[in-house]
Nanobody, 124 residues
Framework: QVQLVESGGGSVQPGGSLRLSCAAS???????MAWFRQAPGKEREGVAG????????YYHDSTKGRFTISRDNAKNTVYLQMNSLKPEDTAMYYC??????????????????WGQGTQVTVSS
């Protein structure tokens, strides 16, 4: 069993930055970690993912060059650094864990464990 707790969300102006954290507990060996987001009235989409060793990453096309995912296995924590935020980034952000070691295009159905989410709002 894996438990995930997100933190770091908030409200920022366009162009601002936030860093989200996901603290994991339980068995995490061989677990692929990812961030998803869901805006009201829209489907949940994969934002970024990282493999067990932190050597491979995935980014949604809309976040490439602006977001960076990383993990610190010693601290059992995954991070999402978000820069140059845009209003369209506004959503509830969720941390997720999969039993797979690598996912080139992570989908919601691939993940067994989810955090409760942290809200990110980008507006003037």
């Amino acid at each position: 069993q894996v438990q995930l707790v997100e933190s770091g969300g908030g409200s920022v102006q366009p162009g601002g930055s936030l860093r989200l954290s996901c603290a994991a507990s339980g068995y995490t060996r061989g677990v692929y970690m990812a961030w998803f987001r869901q805006a009201p009235g829209k489907e949940r989409e994969g934002v970024a993912g990282i493999d067990t060793g932190g050597s491979r990453t995935y980014y949604h096309d809309s976040t490439k060059g602006r977001f960076t995912i990383s993990r610190d296995n010693a601290k059992n924590t995954v991070y999402l650094q978000m820069n140059s935020l845009k209003p369209e980034d506004t959503a509830m952000y969720y941390c997720a864990a999969s039993i797979y070691s690598w996912l080139s295009d992570p989908r919601e159905a691939d993940f067994s464990y989810w955090g409760q989410g942290t809200q990110v709002t980008v507006s003037s």
